[in-house]
Nanobody
Framework: QVQLMESGGGSAQTGGSRRLSCVTS?????MGWFRQAPGKEREGVAA?????????YYADSVKGRFTISRDNTKNTLYLQMNILKPEDSGMYYC???????????????????WGQGTQVTVSS
């Protein structure tokens, strides 16, 4: 069974940075980061494919600010978040999928394993 555990959440000021980590046994899978704010649906933030040398995908709202990466030697997925905004606040989850593409990486139903989440709060 795939296991995932996020860490690195916390508080930040607008314009600040945080790096999330997700330790996982799913090193051969495509991986994604999702977030959910209170009263809102879960949304895809970024993903990295298991194919093609690790193709990355980003939501338009985070392009140029967030970077997803993975270190298979450490079984860890990362999300570097820069120039944070209050609207980036929410619970962040990492998730594993068999394979994702540009057309479906943000579809949460493609992911079969989820971490418990880590909270990020950005204040203005």
């Amino acid at each position: 069974q795939v296991q995932l555990m996020e860490s690195g959440g916390g508080s930040a000021q607008t314009g600040g940075s945080r790096r999330l980590s997700c330790v996982t046994s799913a090193v051969l899978y495509s991986m994604g980061w999702f977030r959910q704010a209170p009263g809102k649906e879960r949304e895809g933030v970024a993903a990295i494919s298991s194919a093609g040398g690790g193709i990355t995908y980003y939501a338009d709202s985070v392009k140029g600010r967030f970077t997803i990466s993975r270190d298979n030697t450490k079984n860890t997925l990362y999300l570097q978040m820069n120039i944070l905004k209050p609207e980036d606040s929410g619970m962040y989850y990492c998730a594993a999928a068999g394979l994702v593409t540009a057309d479906d990486w943000s579809d949460q139903y493609k992911y079969h394993a989820w971490g418990q989440g880590t909270q990020v709060t950005v204040s203005s």
